[in-house]
């Protein structure tokens, strides 16, 4: 998935440095399953 | 891989993650209905809080960017002006809105990025998550915008910049273009800027032919997706696009901008990402 591809990249060149920013995102039902599926991917 | 903390590197990445949060980023409102609301943020919460991570992921509450830090990204007639307006008791800014409590909502919002680049040049994490309202992307330099008051991984970036960091490579998936970001590094090799938006959409901008210009030229990488775009075009272009730019790039910090509005059923794009792409 997208997110564990960008923490790929973060460990690979940035010794894993990385600051995620909430930006949009409009669907109440979804959302904080979304946030939760991202960070697993980014920090799992 | 062992660090010099004594840790293993696997283990060191997991604990050093950091959610930045504040209450405040809750009373930034409009007074009708708007989509852009407290709730978005307190569905993350309430998640995050039923999630496994809360029991290893620490909440800290970020301090406000002074007016010194947010100029960084934007005029200082602009932050003052918003500062009055605000404490006047707000309203609309063009198609954005502010109430009392916006200023210091945004600063706070710029303020947890800031904080996470002086946690991150101190080894104390090396993730930070601001789950933060308002958001910032589409801030301009002068202007709000899109929601938008100030731009916080603008800001960030630059913070950084500031601190040491060279080259740093800012990541947007929100479905809408970042006009504002894009803006504030068009004419720069330190960032480079890659948005994935629906295209053409709000705010316009975002063609792939927007390269950047100058020092910045091929530094801003635009993948305009056509509606209904999904997981596939999504992993398929960043292996195409965005993993060989890193490539070539290499990034001594990443930052994400993380629109949700990318996900197939949001109602302000027509985007098909599900949360296992
Ligand atoms: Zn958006």
Known sequence: MLAEKIKQMADKYACGRLIFFLEGGYNLNTIGSSFIFTLTGLAG | ?277
């Open chain 2, 1 to 277: 891989m062992v660090t010099a903390r004594g840790s293993t590197k696997e283990d060191s990445h997991r604990v050093q993650s950091a959610i930045l949060y504040s209450p405040f980023f809750l009373k930034h409102q409009a007074p009708n209905y708007h989509p852009e609301n407290p709730q978005r943020l307190e569905a993350i919460l309430e998640a995050f809080k039923k999630s496994a991570f809360s029991k290893n992921i620490e909440t800290i509450e970020p301090k406000p960017a002074s007016k010194e830090q947010i100029a960084l990204n934007h005029s200082v007639k602009y932050i003052e002006e918003l500062e009055s307006f605000c404490k006047a008791g707000g309203g609309y800014l063009d198609d954005t809105y502010a109430n009392e409590y916006s200023y210091i909502s945004a600063a706070l919002a710029a303020g947890a990025g800031i904080n996470t680049v002086d946690m991150i040049i101190d080894n104390k994490i090396s993730k930070g998550f601001c789950l933060v309202r308002p958001p910032g992307h589409h801030a301009e330099h002068d202007k709000a915008m899109g929601f938008c008051l100030f731009n916080n991984a603008a800001i960030t970036a630059k913070y950084a910049l500031s601190k040491g960091f060279k080259k740093i490579l800012l990541l947007d998936f929100d479905a809408h273009h970042g006009n504002g970001t894009q803006n504030s590094f068009y004419y720069t090799d330190q960032v480079l800027y890659i948005s994935y938006h629906q295209w053409p959409h709000y705010p316009g901008t975002g063609s792939a032919e927007e390269k950047g210009e100058g020092d910045g030229l091929d530094y801003t990488i635009n993948i305009p997706l056509e509606t209904g775009s999904g997981n596939k075009e999504f992993l398929e272009l960043f292996d195409k696009i965005v993993q060989p730019a890193a490539d070539k790039y290499q990034p001594d910090l990443i930052i994400v901008s993380g629109g949700f509005d990318s996900h197939k059923d949001d109602p302000l794009a027509q985007l098909n990402l599900t949360d296992d792409g």
